[in-house]
């Protein structure tokens, strides 16, 4: 289709109409809004296409970002296992003495859910360190 180009008239035909309607609180603008809708018998809503496309976007980025949380496992605890639980406390502060002692003794043990992958490598590094044998799932 061709464009209709608007003439410097036709351009200011709505200036004074847009200058009250700027002068309108938002509780008037509603109620106008809602009498335009019953007199012509129309529904003023955003268009459903332009409100979907960033939805799916950001599904996309929780499904990236799901896929680089992971979980960090206890799987062996192996000799020094003072060191491991001196390194569970100080990984996740929330377990107690005898919760990080009862990973120990009883692997496979979770120590940390659903974190970023990054902070998941550094945990594994200091529980290895420790002693502990541990998997990111």
Same mark, same amino acid.
Do not use: C, H, W, Y
């Given at each position: 289709?061709?464009?209709? %180009? =608007?003439?410097?008239? !036709?351009? &200011?035909?709505?200036? /004074?109409?847009?200058?009250?309607?700027? /002068?309108?609180?938002?509780? *008037? +603008?509603?109620?106008?809004?809602? =009498? +335009? !809708?019953? #007199?012509? &018998?129309? =529904?003023? $809503?955003?268009? @459903?296409?332009?409100?979907?496309?960033?939805?799916?976007?950001?599904? &996309?980025?929780? $499904?990236?970002?799901?896929?680089?949380?992971?979980?960090?496992?206890?799987? *062996?605890?192996?000799? %020094? %296992?003072?060191?491991?639980?001196?390194?569970? #406390?100080?990984?996740?502060?929330?377990?107690?003495?005898? !919760?990080?002692?009862?990973?120990?003794?009883?692997?496979?043990?979770?120590?940390?859910? !659903? @974190? /970023? #992958?990054?902070?998941?490598?550094?945990?594994?590094? /200091?529980?290895?360190?420790? &002693?502990?044998?541990?998997?990111?799932?």
């Amino acid at each position: 289709m061709a464009e209709e %180009k =608007e003439t410097p008239k !036709e351009k &200011g035909k709505f200036e /004074k109409l847009i200058s009250e309607i700027e /002068k309108l609180s938002v509780k *008037d +603008l509603a109620q106008l809004v809602k =009498e +335009l !809708e019953e #007199r012509f &018998g129309i =529904e003023a $809503q955003a268009p @459903v296409a332009v409100a979907a496309a960033p939805q799916a976007s950001q599904e &996309g980025e929780a $499904q990236e970002e799901q896929s680089t949380l992971v979980n960090v496992v206890i799987v *062996d605890s192996g000799d %020094k %296992k003072i060191e491991v639980i001196k390194a569970i #406390r100080e990984i996740n502060q929330e377990i107690g003495l005898k !919760e990080a002692k009862d990973m120990v003794d009883n692997p496979p043990a979770e120590v940390a859910k !659903e @974190v /970023k #992958r990054e902070e998941a490598e550094e945990m594994k590094k /200091k529980l290895e360190s420790a &002693g502990a044998k541990v998997e990111l799932k």
